[in-house]
């Protein structure tokens, strides 16, 4: 048996260069790795065939239409293994909320799956093949990394090695799932001084997590060009955002194509009083969490 923690992610900065002619985007982000997760157990069968249930979150359809599901199904015809497991996932990441909760369940599935039948080392670049044929951010959630550079469709990957202490995050859902393809569908993208203008302070940024020097006063950095189609037309993203900074975290983010919202704040005392704060809202779930 293999139990596998599958991590959400915020995105630090997202800037959409271009649209592609495949009609995917390219991106320039910085992904991050936080605590909280899904859990997904894995074991061997005596029965033939994938047998996934799932528990938590809202109903999501058959088993077959589940990430999970189709990174099994790669995975097994990839290596030539004939499929007998069990797989639950227990559902913790809120749905529709830009954290990136599906691709880290497809990835978590590929890597308990290697554990499981005892795949080499040499075999992850296969593994990464998949994961990126099943989502553009499942590659990410492949690394053991916190901290990620990602460009084209967001599989391109520059692991980043932080310095010094990252801040503290308070984590909110405002209770209503976003979907991604009807983001990009209502996005503009920006004209192309003002794209060079953030690809520039992405550059920048990036070097303030190498030094360990990202501060408050660093924090204009964050950025998210998909809160432009977001937040005008998603008022509980909106409202969820301004409480957030009106309760003084010291700096405040959509993350992905939300719905969540995310501050960053120093210290773990002032992140528990603004999570406490946000908690009492109805209709919030609110995580008290860190990079990890």
């Known amino acids: 048996m293999v139990k596998i923690a599958a991590r959400a992610k915020l995105n630090l900065f997202l800037e959409v260069t271009r649209r592609r002619p495949d009609g995917y985007h390219d991106l320039a982000t910085l992904f991050a790795r936080i605590g909280l997760a899904d859990a997904l157990t ?22 077959q239409d589940n990430i999970v599901y189709k990174a099994a199904e790669k995975f ?15 559902k913790n990441i809120p749905v529709g909320a830009g954290l990136g909760g599906g691709s880290s369940d497809g990835a978590a599935a590929l890597l308990g799956l290697a554990k499981l039948y005892r795949t080499p080392r040499s075999a992850f670049p296969r593994l990464m093949k998949i994961a990126a044929a099943i989502g553009s951010d499942v590659p990410f959630f492949m690394l053991d990394e916190v901290l990620a550079e990602g460009r084209g469709r967001g599989e391109k990957l520059k692991p980043l090695k932080p310095a010094g202490r990252l801040p503290h995050i308070v984590l909110v859902y405002p209770g209503v799932p976003v979907y991604t393809k009807d983001v990009y569908g209502n996005l503009k993208l920006g004209a192309a001084p003002e794209i060079k203008a953030r690809l520039r302070e992405f550059s920048e940024l990036c070097s303030f997590m190498k030094k360990g020097a990202f501060v408050p006063g660093q924090s204009g950095r964050l950025f998210n060009r998909l809160e432009d189609p977001v937040l005008p037309r998603h008022k509980a993203v909106r409202l969820a955002r301004e409480r957030l900074a009106g309760l003084g975290a010291d ?16 210290g773990r005392a002032k992140a528990a009083l ?9 209709g919030y779930r609110v995580f008290l969490t860190k990079f990890c």
Do not use: Q, T
């Open 42 to 63: 894995l074991r061997r069968s005596a029965a033939p065939g994938i047998a996934l249930k799932v528990e938590g979150g809202p109903a999501l359809g058959k088993p």
């Open 76 to 90: 097994f015809a990839a290596f030539g293994i004939s499929p007998a497991v069990e797989i639950k996932l227990k």
């Open 251 to 266: 700096a405040v983010l959509m993350s992905g194509s939300g719905a969540c919202v995310f501050g960053l704040c120093r």
């Open 274 to 282: 603004i999570a406490k704060a946000m908690g009492r809202i109805k």
